[in-house]
C-alpha cells in the first residue's frame, strides 16, 4: 500500500477522533491544533504501522481483486471491525467483503485472512493469526517460540479478549496493603539488577511482561502512548467502543509506565 499515509484518519479509524481533526474546515480549527499536538507522542506507533503496511502483500492473480486496494480500505475494514465487536470472524469477512465483490470475484480467503490480521495489528495491536503461519511482531527471538493463538471462524473479536488476556490472580500479593507500592516501585532498572533478565520491546500487546525463562528474556510493551489514546476515547465518549477493554488497558499502561524508566532492547 501507498505511503505517506494520512496520520489523521488512522486516528480516526482506530480512536474515533472526530471528523473536525481529520479535515480543513477552519470550524474544526481548535480541533485540529488539539489533535495534531496528540500526534507528537504518537510517533513509535506511526512508524509501527508503516512496518505493518508494507508487510502486507496482496495475491495477485488473474481476474481476482485484492483484499486490500489501499489504506482506505484497510481503515474501513478497522472500522467495520469495530462496529461489529459480536461478530464472528467468518461473518465479519464476509459481510466486508460480499459487497466488494468485482466481476463476481472476491479476494482469495488467505487474502482476506491476511487483511484481517493486518488490521488487527494496528486496532488491537496483537496478532490474532487465522492458521498455522506465524507472524513475528518484533518481540526478540527467545519469545517466538510460542504459537499465536487462532482466531477461529466462530469467535467474535470480543471473544479473543477472553482468549489472549486470561488474568492469573494472585491473591497472596493483590491484597497486601503495599501491593500498589510494590507496583509503583517496580521499575525495569531495578528488575534488570536484581533478576539479571534482559527486557526485549515488544509491539504484541499479548508479549507484555512475557518471561522465556531458558533465555532470561522479558517482552515489555512499549506503546504507552496507544493505550492512553485508548483511554482517552472512552473518557471522551463512553459509549464509544474502545478497541482495548479499557481494564486492560489501565492495567497494561500502569504497568508499562513503571517498567520502561530505563531504555530496553
Known sequence: MSHPFD?????????????????DDTTGENDLHQHVNRLKGLETFFAYYKDVVASYVPEQLGGVPAALNGQADLFALIRHIKHNVNTSRQELLQSFFNPREINGQQPTKTDQDRALNTAMKILAMIDCTTNNSHEAMGVGVSLLNKQPPIWTPGRSYNDLWNIFFTQNECPEIENEPSASILRSSLTARKLVKVTGLKLIGTNDLRN????????????????????KQHLLQVKNDPSSHCSIP??????????????TVCQVS
Open 7 to 23: 496520520r489523521l484518519s488512522l486516528c480516526q479509524a482506530v480512536w474515533g477522533w472526530p471528523e473536525s481533526a481529520c479535515s
Open 246 to 259: 479499557p481494564a486492560l488497558a489501565v492495567t497494561r499502561h500502569s504497568m508499562t509506565e513503571s517498567l
Open 208 to 227: 507484555h511482561l512475557r518471561l522465556d525463562s531458558k533465555s532470561g528474556v522479558v517482552g515489555i510493551y512499549h506503546h504507552t502512548s496507544v493505550l
